[in-house]
């Protein structure tokens, strides 16, 4: 007795592809909307780090980080802050992301204890810290000059780091010319937070490597 062989229509399999691709085209969909909120982030923390330090500048006529001394710091009840040169340039590190007695550490425990970002300001609480960015990379405060600041012009610069290629694309096309060594916006490659050199970047971004952002305040 010869048994019936059955299997899927055409119309069965027909369905069950379109499922998939729904499935598929949901799921890529959902990466997308991810990375554009990830840009946005970015973007806005640009924008909101430049407005931070020009309200501080607004309302106590110095640099977060270059103020002072430190008895005037602390006489506004901000216990552990320290002064800086009063020069009108911030101090800077070796490298912006780089933690250390530098003006360019206690700009973000000015910003901290004025209120402009949020955290806490204390020392114990890593109210000097340089807060972190969508991609996990820190954000950097420092001074453009002829060895640092990616031929930037000079002033305090804002940095990201650790910025993938596609991200710094949309980034600097979004604030700037979408060119690395061109414009308000630089690039340069670089894992992590890596320190952005007095060199010129190249013409164009590689959107599979990855690279510190900087632009001027």
């Known amino acids: 007795m010869k048994s019936k062989q059955t299997g899927f ?10 499922i998939i691709g729904l499935l598929l085209g949901g799921v890529l969909k959902g990466q997308q909307m991810i990375e554009n909120a990830k840009i946005k982030n970015l973007v806005n923390d640009f924008n909101g780090v430049s407005a931070a330090i020009n309200s501080y500048l607004d309302r106590y006529h110095r640099l977060p980080g270059d103020d002072g001394p430190t ?38 425990q000015d910003l901290r204890y004025s209120g402009f970002i949020t955290g806490n300001p204390t020392t114990a609480g890593g109210g000097r ?4 960015n ?19 012009s000079s002033g305090p610069i804002i940095c990201m780091g650790s910025v993938p290629g596609m991200a ?47 632009k001027t305040l």
């Open 71 to 108: 008895a005037t710091l602390t006489g506004r009840g901000w216990t552990d802050a320290v002064g800086g040169n009063i020069n009108g340039q911030l101090l800077t590190a070796a490298n912006v992301f780089t933690t250390g007695a530098s003006e360019n550490f206690y700009l973000w």
């Open 9 to 18: 229509t055409l119309v069965e399999i027909a369905i069950v592809m379109v």
């Open 129 to 132: 810290n340089n807060p972190l």
């Open 134 to 152: 969508a991609y996990n990379g820190m954000i950097g405060v420092g001074q453009s000059d002829a060895t640092n600041g990616l031929g930037l």
């Open 168 to 214: 710094a694309i949309a980034i600097d096309t979004a604030l700037d010319d979408g060119v690395p060594n061109t414009g308000s916006v630089r690039g340069i490659l670089g894992v992590g937070n890596t320190q952005p050199a007095g060199v010129v970047g190249a013409t164009a971004y590689v959107e599979a490597s990855t690279y510190t952002i900087c």
